[in-house]
């Protein structure tokens, strides 16, 4: 069975600092997909980043950066100089080749304090 | 460009009442699917949908049922409201091209509580 565990429930930090939100996954299968969403205040679900099981490069978007790593079954996200509109519940899933239902964690409420 | 669109956005209803809760995406998209999310749960897959005419359960379908008639559209229906059933319910759509590695994309949501 598939698996995405977030055991950060709630993380506070001040502005400007750099925060890690931790996803580690389960599963048997060899080819699969990663992905990280946002759910801001508002309520809404944003995409933000995709992952191929067979692509171990690590990906920088301005402040964003992940670090998708098999070895650990681990696809961490790292904010840097976090800011208040960083302040979000943040959720990543799991879904495999062939299959199209998304597996998520329980989310991690980020809290980014002024 | 209007994504995955739901209505309503907030509903209360009494233990035992039926409803329907819409789910109508623009993107031509074969998938389509409901989630129930409920605190320190995440997300948990209702129902969904690879394409008009064929629907199967996910990981928590008692007491909702689907149809998928068009591309377009995706209902959800409870038949007897229950307080269990009180949640935040999404709806998503993605593209079956490619190699399953489509993102969803995801409706606002539907906040109903159930008296």
């Known amino acids: 069975a598939q698996k995405v565990t977030q055991a950060q429930t709630e993380i506070s930090v001040v502005e400007k600092e750099d925060v890690t939100l931790d996803c580690v996954y389960e599963?048997?299968?060899?080819?699969?997909?990663l992905f990280w969403y946002k759910q801001p205040p508002s309520g809404e679900l944003v995409f933000l980043i995709r992952?191929?099981?067979?692509?171990?490069q690590n990906e920088i978007s301005g402040r964003y950066s992940w670090n998708f790593q098999k070895s650990t079954s681990s696809f961490n996200f790292t904010i840097t100089a976090s800011q208040v509109v960083d302040s979000a519940v943040y959720f990543c899933?799991?879904?495999?080749?062939?299959?199209?239902?998304?597996?998520f964690g329980q989310g991690t409420r980020l809290t980014i304090n002024p | 460009n209007a994504g995955v669109t739901q209505t309503p956005k907030f509903q209360v209803l009494k233990t035992g009442q039926s409803m329907t809760l819409q789910c109508a995406q623009d993107m031509n998209h074969e998938y389509m699917s409901w989630y129930r999310q409920d605190p320190g749960m995440g997300l948990r897959l209702i129902h969904y949908s690879v394409g008009a005419g064929i629907t199967d359960q996910g990981e928590v379908p008692n007491g909702y049922n689907v149809s998928r008639s068009t591309t377009e559209d995706f209902p959800l229906r409870l038949l007897s409201a229950a307080p269990s059933q009180t949640s935040v319910y999404f709806c998503?759509?993605?593209?079956?091209?490619?190699?399953?590695?489509?993102?969803?994309?995801f409706g606002d949501g539907t906040r109903l509580s159930i008296l």
């Open positions: 998503a759509s993605s593209s079956l091209t490619g190699n399953s590695n489509q993102p969803q994309h």
């Open positions: 599963t048997r299968d060899t080819t699969y997909y």
């Open positions: 992952r191929n099981s067979f692509d171990e």
């Open positions: 899933a799991l879904k495999l080749r062939g299959a199209q239902k998304l597996v």
